[in-house]
């Protein structure tokens, strides 16, 4: 089945200086990579998500990139903010009909 | 919308006693799955269903039973809770299953002492 890697797992950073995390996945067929913020206390909430079909997908401050050759995604956040610090998740799926797997996730702190 | 509901939000159980924990939603959504979260395990998928009357196992569904009866709701069952099900549990539900937006109820902590 699909095995979902993520690193770093733990993340410091100075407020306004970028952030990046990377995921590895093991499944080719999957085609589908969401990735999660979650705030203590609360559920994780979808953040921006990727389609095999692009390489790249941006909204704001956040991005995403995908390597299908490499079988590598990764989330860029720039213009770090206080509220930024969460734990994040990556994870993958195929498109129809499939479950969800994720990773391990990282903990991100911005340092005011 | 309320969204995904869960209850209880905290929850101790003695070894060998048994619960069930509850899901629901009001999104209308076919696909609805249980997590279990601990610490530096990220977010383990206990089982999933991806339309009323059909479930299927996730990465760790040993301990764990679920039906799925109705659209609306997904409950997970502890048959004989032990102290390695200490954990929090999430439900969520999509649209459908796959590549979908997942939205998360609120998480049960439960602990088994």
Request: hydrophobic content about 30%.
């Amino acid at each position: 089945g699909e095995n979902v890697e993520q690193h770093p797992s733990t993340l410091s950073v100075q407020e306004g200086d970028s952030a990046v995390i990377k995921c590895t996945y093991s499944d080719s067929a999957s085609n589908y990579f969401p990735w999660y913020k979650q705030e203590l206390g609360k559920g994780p909430q979808l953040i921006i998500d990727i389609r095999s079909n692009v390489g790249e997908k941006k909204d704001q401050r956040i991005a995403v990139t995908l390597n299908k050759t490499a079988k590598h995604f990764s989330l860029h956040i720039t213009e770090t903010q206080p509220e930024d610090s969460a734990v994040y998740f990556c994870a993958a799926s195929k498109t129809s009909y499939d479950k969800v797997i994720f990773g391990p996730g990282t903990s991100l702190s911005v340092i005011p | 919308n309320a969204g995904v509901t869960q209850t209880p939000k905290f929850q101790v159980l003695k070894t060998g006693q048994s619960m069930t924990l509850q899901c629901a939603q009001d999104m209308n959504h076919e696909y609805m799955s249980w997590y279990r979260q601990d610490p530096g395990m990220g977010l383990r998928l206990i089982h999933y269903s991806v339309g009323a009357g059909i479930t299927d196992q996730g990465e760790v569904p040993n301990g764990y039973n679920v039906s799925r009866s109705t659209t609306e709701d997904f409950p997970l069952r502890l048959l004989s809770a032990a102290p390695s099900q200490t954990s929090v549990y999430f439900c969520a539900s999509s649209r459908l299953a796959g590549a979908y937006e997942q939205y998360f109820g609120p998480g049960t902590r439960l602990t088994v002492t």
